[in-house]
């Protein structure tokens, strides 16, 4: 899938982009379904010898694909790697994504990847932008640049973010693909991947794409969105600061869209039942319990005292309600101040 470069109108490729790695979750009752799915494009599956992640048994096909699950379990996985992913081209994949989703599948990793052909912002450009911390979305970054005596550089890539439980549920990695590849694609290679909650999102976004040109621009925009690239020092409000300009003959290309995946902040009775339950529940069994070891009926002690403090806490409101007093009101507000004279 090419990419035209700004105002190009003749056919010289910039760039190109793919779906680099798809992990999908469906309910256990579907599997022959996707295998029906998958066979088109990736042929049979063999049994493997061992499982794969929290999965017991796995199936693969020799571009490295993977079919992982439990006996008796209720979900199975199927992992879709960068060499299996090449057999989907854009309306394959398009279609495909579709039919994942009639099938219930759920998305855990989405690999999204831009090769830069043009190779038009060097490695050592975008890691002097990190080191000086002008980029935004994350906290963190490393640099992985490797060499072996005789043979020069042979890796050269920046991460961005973090994975699994301390990660955002997006990384970023920057690499020459050429190293990697050894020379096979020479590109400069701009990758987001995106985990969990984040992944499954993009995924809703795009099969709700109409046509194959939506779904396509949605896939760039989600790379172009994954990272910024601006200098700081010039304005507060990061949302503000001026974009370098390398990044946004890339963004040009792509496009930005973000995902955000907001806190649910749960209601107030929720919130209170689990402060009670470990602040409060452990002291009430104890005392319970001491009481019982007294020869008397501990709960029924406890219960009843909860009853007399119900009863003393009504009384005082009827009477700040006589005062016309809003006990809610003075509660929230704390301690009363004493003024200073």
Not at 48 to 53: D, E, S
């Amino acid at each position: 899938m090419s990419l035209p470069p700004v105002g190009n109108t003749g056919g010289k490729v910039t760039g190109e982009l793919k779906v680099d790695w798809l992990n999908l979750v469906f309910p256990a009752s579907n599997r022959e379904a996707v295998l029906d799915l998958v066979r088109p494009m990736l042929g049979d599956c063999e049994d493997k010898p061992t499982g794969m992640h929290y999965y017991s048994r796995s199936a693969g096909w020799e571009v490295g694909a993977v079919l992982a699950w439990t006996p008796g379990g209720e979900h199975f996985l199927l992992s879709l790697n960068g060499d299996s992913m090449n057999f989907f081209p854009l309306p394959v994949l398009f279609a495909f994504c579709n039919a994942a989703c009639a099938l219930r599948g759920k998305c855990t990793r989405l690999d999204i990847a831009y090769d830069d052909f043009a190779r038009r912002v060097p490695m050592d450009t975008i890691r002097q932008a990190a080191e000086a911390g002008n980029f935004n979305h994350f906290r963190v970054w490393s640099d992985q640049k490797e060499t072996k005596r005789g043979k020069g550089i042979t890796g050269d890539s920046l991460t961005f973010g973090r994975k699994g439980k301390e990660g955002s549920g997006l990384q970023v990695f920057i690499y020459d693909k050429a190293l990697e590849s050894k020379g096979t694609i020479n590109s400069i290679r701009f990758e987001a991947r995106y985990f969990k909650e984040k992944a499954d999102l993009i995924f809703d976004c795009l099969i709700s794409s109409f046509t194959i040109e939506a779904f396509e621009c949605k896939l760039k925009n989600y790379v172009g969105g994954s990272i910024d690239f601006v200098e700081r020092g010039i304005h507060r409000h990061k949302d503000r600061m001026p974009r370098l300009s390398w990044w946004q003959q890339i963004v040009d290309d792509l496009g930005q869209a973000r995902v955000v995946v907001r806190k649910v902040i749960p209601p107030l009775e929720e919130t209170v039942m689990n402060w009670i339950k470990p602040a409060v529940m452990p002291i009430l069994a104890l005392v319970a319990e001491i009481i019982d070891a007294g020869g008397h009926d501990g709960e029924g002690i406890v219960i009843a005292m909860m009853r007399q403090a119900k009863r003393k806490i009504a009384n005082k409101r009827c009477g700040a309600r006589d005062l016309g007093l809003d006990v809610g009101r003075i509660l929230s507000a704390g301690p009363a101040r004493t003024p200073s004279v």
